[in-house]
């Protein structure tokens, strides 16, 4: 058997510096060096996504001429298209993603790293177009227009979503999650990236390996895990016995947890309020009610807080987005946070190759082929 590493997973470790942002128990998330509760106040996904990218907040005219420029890239080449159209409708559409990613490099590559803020941008326009034209193409038969006035990231994914405009409501909460997602520091995902980009490779591999990486249910892929546990439940009583009853089993409960915060995840009590402002308005609360139990049994039973992931999934819901598109959106947000972690490796650059402790055998014997047994 082999020994727990002390370390393992590189739990702890200062693997590379980043300027991008801070992920702390006692002062909680900042990208660079705002705080999270004001960004997702007062900004946008978009100034998010510039401040990230260009390292500064950007001005009035340097806002709308930004969202102007994401607006004007967010149809998709006729052969990227094509590659959608054949994708079943029973393909995960985080494989999606990792495959319309990797057809737009085949179509626009980035070429040189001059080029690099033409190509992520162009990533970050057509990541909502990717996965609803494929979900409107397998599961409803619809070649959408991915062509509309909404002038934000948020109100252009729910419009192709449901095909009508969206309240300004869910405007308001897709574009937090959106502003909620789109930065944290070195998680699994940018790491991948980062790893991928300090090799010298080009952005869109980076991105098509991190987002391999954001797939699991482990990181990225909790929100749809959290929303197929807690739809099973019918009322808080028949929550709290289930949550009991995983947790003797020694089960994950997915939303729970953090491998950097232990105190609590700031994003959660944002996306919470969300959550329960939307819960006001449906005609059935139970989820949320249902989700709120969990967050209060496992914080009684293991002293768990909720991350934020978990009320993502209430959210979501009500706002009428199938459990499958869940991840993408992550996609959709983290890729401005992705690629910005690749600028700035690229700026900085030395290749990520750290070491391993060998635990096999000290010297082998050779057994000819014939020989072996
Ligand atoms: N539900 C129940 N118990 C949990 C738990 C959860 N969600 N997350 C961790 N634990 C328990 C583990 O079983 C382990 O218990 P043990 O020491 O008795 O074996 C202990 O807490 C430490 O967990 P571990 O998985 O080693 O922590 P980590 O720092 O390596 O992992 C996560 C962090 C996020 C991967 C982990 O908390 C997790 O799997 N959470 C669920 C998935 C999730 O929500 N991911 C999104 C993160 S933003």
Same mark, same amino acid.
């Given at each position: 058997? #082999?020994?727990?590493? @002390? ?12 300027? =991008? ?5 006692? @002062?909680?998330?900042? *990208? %660079?060096?705002?705080?999270?509760? =004001? ?6 996904? /978009?100034?998010?996504?510039?401040? !990230? ?9 340097? !806002?709308?001429?930004?969202? @102007?420029?994401?607006?004007?890239? %967010?149809?998709?080449?006729? &052969? ?17 993603? %990792? ?12 070429? /040189? ?23 409107? *193409? ?7 227009? =991915? ?17 009508? #405009? ?16 789109? /930065? ?12 991928? &980009? ?30 197929? !546990? ?20 020694? @089960? ?21 309020? *969300? ?6 308005? &449906?005609?059935?609360? #139970? ?20 991350? &934020? ?52 055998? /000290? ?11």
């Amino acid at each position: 058997m #082999t020994k727990k590493l @002390e370390g393992a997973g590189l739990r702890g470790q200062v693997a590379g510096e980043t300027s =991008l942002s801070t992920v702390g128990q006692i @002062e909680g998330l900042a *990208y %660079r060096g705002h705080k999270i509760e =004001l960004l997702a106040e007062k900004s946008s996904f /978009e100034e998010v996504a510039y401040l !990230l990218i260009y390292d500064k907040l950007p001005n009035q005219q340097e !806002l709308s001429d930004y969202k @102007e420029l994401l607006k004007s890239h %967010r149809d998709l080449p006729v &052969a990227l298209k094509e590659v959608l159209q054949k994708i079943p409708a029973t393909a995960h559409p985080m494989d999606v993603m %990792r495959t319309g990613t990797s057809m737009l490099g085949n179509l626009e590559p980035e070429g /040189e790293f001059s080029n690099q803020l033409n190509s992520i941008n162009r990533m970050i326009a057509t990541m909502p177009s990717i996965v609803t034209y494929w979900y409107k *193409y397998s599961h409803e038969g619809l070649d959408i227009n =991915l062509v509309n006035d909404e002038e934000s990231m948020a109100g252009h994914f729910l419009h192709i979503l449901h095909g009508k #405009t969206p309240s300004d409501l869910h405007r308001k909460v897709m574009d937090v999650s959106l502003i909620l997602y789109a /930065e944290h520091e070195f998680n699994a995902s940018t790491f991948t990236a980062r790893v991928c &980009a300090s090799t010298m490779s080009d952005i869109h591999s980076c991105v098509v390996a991190a987002i391999g990486s954001l797939r699991g249910p482990l990181h990225g892929g909790a929100n749809e895990k959290a929303m197929e !546990l807690i739809e099973n439940w019918k009322s808080k009583d028949e929550a709290k016995s289930n949550v009991l009853e995983m947790l003797n089993k020694k @089960e994950k409960i997915m939303g729970f947890g953090h491998a950097v915060y232990s105190i609590r995840d700031p994003r959660n009590a944002v996306i919470k309020e *969300y959550a329960k402002q939307l819960s006001k308005l &449906a005609d059935d609360n #139970t989820l949320y009610l249902v989700a709120d139990e969990v967050e209060k049994v496992m914080a009684d039973e293991k002293n768990m807080f909720a991350n &934020a992931d978990f009320f993502h999934a209430p959210a979501y819901f009500y706002m009428g987005i199938p459990t499958k598109l869940f991840t993408p959106i992550f996609v959709m947000s983290r890729v401005s946070g992705w690629t910005a972690h690749c600028m700035e490796q690229r700026a900085n650059n030395r290749i990520i190759r750290p070491s391993a402790e060998y635990t096999g055998v /000290e010297s082998s014997d050779w057994i000819d082929i014939n020989d072996r047994p």
